[in-house]
């Protein structure tokens, strides 16, 4: 069996870790740093923080196509360096105005280096051990997510100082650029796409069934990410806990990444995901229903479950669909559309809570994970299975 812990995977994947982690130990303290800092209103921080995933949004179709049409080691360390470059800027921000256009010009170059570095990933993974290596990938990700939040809290906490937090997470992006920059890519020939441009080009439009159904639980973890630490300030009256929170979650999103390694290697990717969304299903709907601690931290367990499930297994099904010279369309894709609901989940929790609370915020979350639930057993399923490569079967 070829070897999956190869040196350049194990930076790459690194890379990833510094990246998730400048972003997630900002994450969910911005809303706390928006309200106490200009005063701003739930519906406003929900406008001001869309703008990141929408800049997000809007740039990945075009990153997938660069990735795919030029260099991919130069094309990941000019967006890693703007990444890294752009963090000065919430330093700089006086203003609302001001940290608004950072935050979203912010958005651009993370939309673009999060598509190039898990396409460098890809493609320094032997082809036999692909679908466990993308598993394995996510990890970075997850362990970001479960130390960042934690230690942003923590420090916030003790020192009451949001500008530390931020000359962090500049610190770790530039760690990440360093990381990326001793990647080692096997020369190989650029095959240039001379077809008419076409949406094709940018999106995988082959796979739309599966966007679409990714986009709900994209929009379920925008909210549930960007206002839990409102939530349980304000709800449950629990402060130093958001950080406990992210660190249970993250601990499942590690426990089914590594259980589910197996089936993904064994090419079960649908039955990856349908365990994945049930259990993310039981998650938030204990989240939006037991108002105590018990009922808080365990849905935490069982949502990182149910997305360490369910994620990788959807990106391994849009690569399935996709052509090999459509790789970097396809990682983008999978993010534009986990993005598209990501947003959507931020600007509708921030209009949803201002005006009717939390408690029906969260519970329209529910109704939105469900939808997305009933789509994927009804439609999405059968949807893969007629449209997957046959050496992806």
């Known amino acids: ?39 701003t209103s739930k519906d406003m921080i929900g406008i001001v923080l869309s703008g990141y995933t929408i800049a997000a949004l809007i740039i990945r179709p075009f990153s997938g196509y660069v990735v795919d049409s030029f260099s991919r080691k130069k094309v990941l360390m000019i967006c890693m360096s703007v990444f890294f470059i752009f963090f000065f800027g919430y330093i700089a921000a006086g203003t609302l105005l001001m940290f608004a256009i950072v935050r979203t010009l912010h958005g651009a170059p993370f939309g673009a280096v999060t598509v190039s570095n898990s396409t460098v990933a890809i493609d320094v993974l032997p082809a036999s051990r692909r679908n466990e290596g993308i598993g394995y990938y996510g990890l970075s990700n997850n362990l970001a997510m479960a130390i960042a939040p934690s230690i942003g809290i923590y420090i916030y906490k003790f020192t009451n100082d949001f500008m530390l937090l931020f000359w962090i997470a500049l610190i770790v992006a530039g760690l990440g650029v360093l990381a990326d920059s001793t990647v080692h890519l096997p020369a190989k020939e650029i095959v240039k796409n001379k077809s008419k441009l076409s949406i094709d080009r940018f999106f995988l439009t082959k796979a739309w069934m599966l966007a679409i159904n990714i986009a709900f639980f994209g929009l379920c973890w925008g909210v549930l990410s960007n206002f839990l630490a409102l939530y349980s300030k304000e709800e449950l009256g629990i402060t130093g806990g958001t950080g406990t929170y992210f660190m249970l979650l993250a601990i499942g999103l590690f426990s089914s990444r590594l259980q589910g390694t197996k089936a993904l290697r064994a090419g079960k990717l649908t039955q990856n995901a349908a365990v994945g969304i049930i259990i993310s299903l039981v998650g938030y709907t204990l989240f939006a229903a037991v108002h105590n601690e018990f009922g808080y931290y365990l849905s935490a367990i069982l949502i990182g479950l149910g997305n360490g499930h369910m994620y990788p297994a959807f990106l391994n099904m849009f690569i399935g669909i996709a052509n090999h010279n459509e790789r970097g369309t396809a990682n983008s894709s999978v993010l534009t559309s986990w993005d598209g609901g990501l947003g959507l989940g931020i600007l509708l929790g921030g209009i949803i809570s201002e005006y009717f609370g939390f408690v029906a915020t969260f519970w329209t979350v529910v109704g939105f994970n469900l939808a997305g639930v009933v789509m994927f057993f009804t439609m999405t399923w059968q949807f893969f299975f007629r449209r997957r490569r046959p050496e992806s079967a």
Do not use: C, D, H, Q
Not at 9 to 23: G, P, Q, R, S
């Open 1 to 39: 069996m070829e070897r999956l812990w190869n040196r350049n995977y194990i930076k790459v994947m690194l890379a990833n870790f510094m990246l998730f982690f400048a972003f997630y130990i900002l994450t969910p303290l911005l809303p706390l740093y928006l309200s106490e800092r200009f005063g």
